[in-house]
């Protein structure tokens, strides 16, 4: 069974930065694409940020880009969110989740395994 | 960007009844669409991708159908498990966007 587990989130100064870890188990982990989606408090879904199968193509949202930066290291079936200038606004609990598609090169896909969430609080 | 707009925000619903939700997309984007449940402090559950196809292991009281920009996701025989959020999902093109979401309640 496909499992993800999100580490790394907790309390940071605005300004600051964090990352984020998702270690994935039960599924061949470079034949998938792999994302990062965030939900504010009491609030909807927002996709933050998508990587390829090889981390070769890497996209983000408006309200992140140039701030967050996505990798992978598929020996480890792994893949992160190194977040740096982190504002109030990024308070969410932060899920990774797995592309649906086998062997997608671009990261636009269904999400059809999700973890359980990282809560991230951006708070002085 | 596409923008994803869900209606109803609330929909109001009693057990064995048939609701539908609907999702309208500013510019094509057939048939890249999901629709995701999600219940209270729990993570999104994928019920149905390329607009129409049923996720393994979902009920087949969980139905999706398009007409171009236009989506509706319907469930029939209301089940008590199936009052949650509903979101649905573009992933036509960059950057993925969301509905706001359709809470279900009773």
């Known amino acids: 069974e496909v499992q993800l587990l999100e580490s790394g989130g907790g309390l940071v100064q605005p300004g600051r930065s964090l990352r984020l870890t998702c270690t994935a188990s039960g599924l061949t982990f470079d034949d998938f694409a792999m994302y990062w989606v965030r939900q504010s408090p009491g609030k909807g879904l927002e996709w933050v940020s998508g990587?390829?199968?090889?981390?070769?193509?890497?996209a983000y949202a408006n309200s992140v880009r140039g701030r967050f930066i996505i990798s992978r290291d598929n020996a480890k079936n792994s893949v992160f969110l190194q977040m740096n200038g982190l504002r109030a606004e990024d308070t969410a609990v932060y899920f990774c989740?797995?592309?649906?598609?086998?062997?997608?090169?671009?990261?636009?896909?269904?999400?059809?395994?999700w973890g359980h969430g990282a809560m991230v609080t951006v708070s002085s | 960007d596409i923008q994803m707009t869900q209606s109803p925000s609330t929909l109001s619903a009693s057990i064995g009844d048939r609701v539908t939700i609907t999702c309208r997309a500013s510019q094509s984007i057939s048939p890249s669409l999901a629709w995701y449940q999600q219940r209270p402090g729990k993570a999104p559950k994928l019920l149905i991708y390329q607009a129409s196809t049923l996720e393994r292991g979902v009920p087949s009281r969980f139905s999706g159908s398009d007409s171009w920009t236009e989506f509706t996701l319907t469930i029939t025989s209301l089940q008590p498990d199936d009052f949650a959020t509903y979101y649905c999902?573009?992933?036509?093109?960059?950057?993925?966007?969301f509905g706001q979401g359709t809470r279900l309640q009773i």
């Open positions: 990587i390829n199968l090889n981390g070769g193509v890497t």
């Open positions: 989740a797995k592309g649906h598609y086998y062997d997608n090169s671009d990261p636009l896909d269904a999400f059809d395994f």
């Open positions: 999902q573009q992933y036509s093109s960059l950057p993925i966007t």
